[in-house]
């Protein structure tokens, strides 16, 4: 009895010696974790450095516009019609006669499908990126649409409408080249491009006919003509600018616009054909 | 109080007591460990049909009869679960060719596992068994999806007690192994046994291929038979091999076809990488056998692709660009038709299956 109650005491002896030696070293510790930590308040310059850049606000009081109409001189080209007899779920998907959409002139030889974006004259803006995604669907063994323009880091949104597998691989030279198959009723695509790039083509791995192209601009500032020629960029502020236009097959052009403060300017393009 | 100073200070005292009592516990463990899992029966021949090698088996487990009747039983067995309700059987369905015809399997209580069950038919042949590799042998695989928490989850103690409590388990673990003990070793090994037997050739494709029958092949299936052996079309058998006198359809190591890869480039399950750790085996798995492919569906580790046709698209498009994508996959230049004969050709693979591998 006596001999248990001094080995408790023994013990709880040892056991405050053990506590004490820990705190000892817990403290000693803690003053080294403090004498490193004291020069160095570490978080706070890695927050400042972040590249905060902060994006362009358009005064909507002085911003202009330019619209216009793509144009086409020159023989209308025949009707080309698109073969997909190879894969008959895409001559079934696709419903109806598939023609080829490279060159399609309006009755009033007007162009459809060009892109025309700013070249020049934003240099060092930076815009907000727009939330709403750009989509490309695969419907039809058909890339719609077949010109689309996005702004530098808005996402891509690629879907399959259709029955059968596509492989969607947009051949960026300046972006990140990529493809990635899709089958049918697989989620959406999610995708991004970084730099500006004009034009990015694109192509299905797997139908061979299924071509679109993507113009990625680093401002807001571009359009896809609507089949009677026409475009509209908004919301430019007043400015000397480069507007450029491409068309797949007939190459691009460009010519100087200035935008008055609250006009719209009108500016037309021509393309000859053969 | 002379006693507990000389207990608390003889440190040399205290060491002795400490060895006496760990040679006890190690004699005590020895001797409930020395229980030999080799099987004592006469070795036989697995009878293989045409178009298959002989089937390899480890030194330490040659096939008896006695082993594979056991192996058979448990295959079938859910006590081997939690809750009795899953057996290997359950993700490996013989109707279903040894598959379970889900894209991801489900274990007890419906628990979603990671991958789709791959068939066991032929996995004999298999140098590494699981989507990653992970397992170096059948007898070591088995032993895993009965103590997975999301497959039958049961260790293997509760899982030996369990059997224990069965007298027929008793005899047969007798006549296998030479004693009624019940080891989770000896449970791996009769399960591999069995296995073993899951062999399935002589398939219309063999009987072309191996058997001299020109006529066992339909003329799209010969046609898309050359293109799976064309290096410049399918290029199909540069993994899934065809050999002079047999076929396994697979070269049992691991590829990254971009199957899987998310909108970021990453991969939400790494495969290979997790066993090697090695940054090119990002994405990669295991080359399946294609043997009764046409009835195995859905397709790939994350059965994501619900028809052949659909994974004969998914090669012909290139798979999926990545920075670890093999070097095997590109885009190949195939047309609608050239797609649909190779579907044909892998509708021929179908074989023939054992009559004794079914429950007993």
Redesign the interface.
């Known amino acids: 009895m006596k001999g248990s109650t001094h080995r408790i005491i023994r013990l709880a002896a040892e056991s405050t010696r053990f506590t004490c030696l820990c705190m000892a070293l817990g403290i000693a510790l803690t003053s080294i974790a403090g004498c490193k930590a004291t020069p160095a308040p570490a978080p706070a310059p890695s927050a400042t450095t972040k590249p905060v850049v902060a994006t362009f606000k358009v005064d909507p009081a002085t911003a202009g516009s330019v619209s216009g109409t793509i144009l086409y001189k020159g023989k209308k080209p025949a009707a080309k019609l698109v073969d997909m007899s190879e894969d008959p779920a895409c001559v079934q998907a696709h419903s109806g006669k598939a023609y080829d959409e490279s060159l399609v002139v309006g009755s009033k030889g007007t162009l459809g499908n060009a892109f025309i974006y700013v070249k020049s004259g934003l240099e060092g803006k930076t815009f907000a990126i727009p939330t709403t995604p750009v989509t490309i669907d695969q419907g039809g063994c058909w890339f719609r649409p077949r010109v689309l323009g996005i702004q530098t880091n808005q996402t891509l949104q690629v879907t399959n409408s259709d029955p059968v597998t596509h492989n969607i691989h947009p051949m960026a030279q300046i972006n990140r080249e990529w493809n990635h198959s899709q089958g049918p009723g697989d989620a959406p695509l999610n995708r991004k491009f970084q730099k500006q790039e004009i034009m990015v083509k694109v192509k299905c791995n797997i139908h061979s006919w299924m071509h679109a192209y993507i113009g990625v601009v680093d401002s807001p500032y571009f359009a896809v003509s609507k089949d009677d020629g026409s475009f509209e960029i908004p919301n430019l502020p007043p400015g000397t600018y480069t507007l450029a236009v491409w068309q797949e097959n007939l190459g691009t052009q460009q010519q100087q616009i200035t935008i008055a403060p609250h006009t719209r300017t009108a500016t037309d393009f021509t393309f000859k054909g053969n | 109080?002379?006693?507990?100073r000389q207990r608390?200070n003889s440190t040399p005292c205290r060491i002795l007591v400490c060895c006496v009592m760990l040679t006890v516990l190690v004699d005590v463990a020895g001797c409930k460990r020395f229980v030999s899992d080799t099987p004592i029966g006469k070795t036989i021949t697995i009878p293989v049909p045409l178009g298959l090698p002989p089937v390899p088996f480890p030194a330490d487990n040659p096939p008896t009869a006695e082993t594979i009747a056991l192996g058979r039983k448990l295959f079938y067995d859910p006590k081997l679960s939690q809750d009795n309700s899953t057996a290997c059987a359950t993700c490996h369905n013989p109707t279903l060719d040894f598959t379970d015809a889900l894209s991801i399997s489900r274990g007890v209580r419906g628990m979603a596992g990671i991958r789709n069950a791959p068939t066991v038919v032929n996995s004999a042949y298999l140098p590494l068994q699981f989507w990653d590799g992970r397992a170096l042998s059948l007898e070591e695989q088995a032993a895993s999806p009965i103590a997975n928490p999301v497959e039958m989850n049961q260790t293997h103690e509760v899982s030996v007690s369990k059997l224990g409590a069965d007298p027929a388990y008793g005899l047969m673990f007798n006549k296998a192994f030479g004693s009624n003990v019940i080891i989770i070793g000896r449970i791996q090994k009769a399960l591999a046994s069995f296995e073993r037997t899951l062999l399935s050739g002589n398939s219309a494709f063999d009987r072309y291929q191996f058997g001299g029958d020109k006529q066992a092949l339909t003329p799209a299936q010969v046609r898309g038979l050359a293109l799976f052996l064309s290096p410049s079309k399918g290029n199909c058998a540069a993994c899934h091999i065809v050999n002079s006198r047999y076929a396994l359809f697979t070269d049992g190591k691991f590829h990254n076809l971009?199957q899987g890869?998310g909108?970021d480039g990453g991969f939400k399950d790494v495969g290979r990488f997790h066993q090697t750790n090695n940054a090119a085996d990002q994405g990669a798995f295991k080359t399946p056998t294609l043997r009764n492919v046409a009835k195995t569906a859905p397709y790939m580790h994350d059965g994501?692709?619900?028809t052949l046709?659909?994974v004969v698209?998914?090669y012909?498009?290139?798979?999926?660009?990545n920075p670890q994508l093999d070097k095997e996959i590109r885009?190949i230049?195939l047309?609608?038709?050239e797609?649909s004969d190779l579907v044909e050709f892998l509708q021929s693979l179908t074989g023939e299956m054992p009559g004794n591998v079914g429950p007993p």
């Not at chain 2, 012909?316 to 660009?321: I, K, M, T, V, Y």
């Open positions: 109080m002379g006693v507990s608390t971009g890869v909108d994501s692709l619900k046709s659909e698209d998914f012909a498009g290139g798979g999926n660009s885009a230049q047309n609608g038709r797609r």
